[in-house]
Each structure stands twice: as structure tokens, then as C-alpha cells.
T-cell receptor
């Protein structure tokens, strides 16, 4: 079984709809991250959390919110989706600052 | 702030050619450096890493050396295969726990 899972894997929605993307991990890591990937822009950090009670904004948090329901679960919400939020979204975990992040398989979101 | 700059792609090579992808960084403190690979339709996976100056990371025939004096972490492979076709990301992390990624370099290897 995969260590980091994301649901759904693909989603098509309409402008103005509320969307939640979910991430679960079995690695026992405290740190979890949400990124979006756009062609030519690499990965940009949306939100990150270093433990259940810690939530931090990344470089592109506007239009997004998150919830850390448990150590293993970190959800990303788009309260009112807009077309420029069409992207590939990745969840990642890490154990500490100096070791690697582990990525989920990604969610491809299309906002029409 | 921290940043990572890597060469733009796509890089197109013939099988068995030598591959180099340049990566330079700016960071406060002493970052850890990483190369990730993303195969089509998949998430990123770690290819190699180095946590201090002069360390060499290596995996699957790829290698990169942490050069503090030139703030670089160039990725190399001596003989690429078609299966190496992917997007490669250079990244760093610092004590603050945030990772910074480069824009990615697409590599296309033709038979």
C-alpha cells in the first residue's frame, strides 16, 4: 500500500463549487504539505502543517484553506473554485527539516 | 528568500548520451539538497540527496555533488536510457522546514 494517498485522483468541477481534496499518510510523519504544480512553474507551496495544532500559509494560500484532522490526515479545500485553480495538486510528508519529502500520486483538478 | 534555479527544458538526448542538468541555489544557512524525478502521471519521488557541503548523492546511475562554493548541485548521468525520460526537480530544505523547488526540467531520451 502507498505511504501517501490522495483522493480523488481526478476531479472536474464548475466555477463557484466547493471542493475538498484529501490526503492520508501511514509514514507517521508530523509534517504535511500541500503543493500545486503548473507547467513551467514547478511546485508552489499552498499550506503546511508541522503538527496537528500547527497550520501555516505558503506562498499561494489565497483561495485555499486546510484542515489537519489528525496526524495522518491533511485536507485542502477550495471554498469557491475558479478556473485558474485548475492544476495538479500534491500532498507531501516529511519527518524533519533535512530529510526528504514523500509525495502522494497527485490530484488533477479541472475547474470549468 | 530561498530559491532554486535549474536549466530549462526540454532536454532531448539519444540513448547512451551523457546527461547534465544544472541547478544553483540561494539559501540562508546550510540547506539540504535534493533531486526528485517525476515520471508521467506520477508524483515526485526522491532520486538522490546531499545534506552537507562536498557530499555526493547517487542513485540509479545518477549523481550530484553539493558544491557550497558555487552554490550548485548539478545532476549527471553517464549513459541515459529511454526509461530516464521524466521531469527532474532540484530542491532544497532549510532548518525552517520548508522546501523550495526549481521549475523542473523535462528530459526526453530517444532510442
Amino acid at each position: 500500500d502507498a505511504d501517501v494517498t490522495q483522493t480523488p485522483r481526478n476531479r472536474i468541477t464548475k466555477t463557484g463549487k466547493r471542493i475538498m481534496l484529501e490526503c492520508s499518510q501511514t509514514k507517521g510523519h508530523d509534517r504535511m504539505y500541500w503543493y500545486r504544480q503548473d507547467p513551467g512553474l514547478g511546485l508552489r507551496l499552498i499550506y503546511y502543517s508541522f503538527d496537528v495544532k500547527d497550520i501555516n500559509k505558503g506562498e499561494i494560500s489565497d483561495g485555499y484553506s486546510v484542515s489537519r484532522q489528525a496526524q495522518a490526515k491533511f485536507s485542502l479545500s477550495l471554498e469557491s473554485a475558479i478556473p485558474n485553480q485548475t492544476a495538479l495538486y500534491f500532498c507531501a510528508t516529511s519527518g524533519d527539516s533535512y530529510n526528504e519529502q514523500f509525495f502522494g500520486p497527485g490530484t488533477r483538478l479541472t475547474v470549468l | 528568500g530561498n530559491s532554486v534555479t535549474q536549466m530549462e527544458g526540454p532536454v532531448t538526448l539519444s540513448e547512451e548520451a551523457f546527461l547534465t542538468i544544472n541547478c544553483t541555489y540561494t539559501a540562508t544557512g546550510y540547506p539540504s539538497l535534493f533531486w526528485y524525478v517525476q515520471y508521467p502521471g506520477e508524483g515526485l519521488q526522491l532520486l538522490l540527496k546531499a545534506t552537507k557541503a562536498d557530499d555526493k548523492g547517487s542513485n540509479k546511475g545518477f549523481e550530484a555533488t553539493y558544491r557550497k562554493e558555487t552554490t550548485s548541485f548539478h545532476l549527471e548521468k553517464g549513459s541515459v536510457q529511454v526509461s530516464d525520460s521524466a521531469v527532474y526537480f532540484c530542491a532544497l530544505s532549510t532548518s525552517g522546514g520548508k522546501f523550495q523547488f526549481g521549475a523542473g526540467t523535462q528530459v526526453v531520451v530517444t532510442p
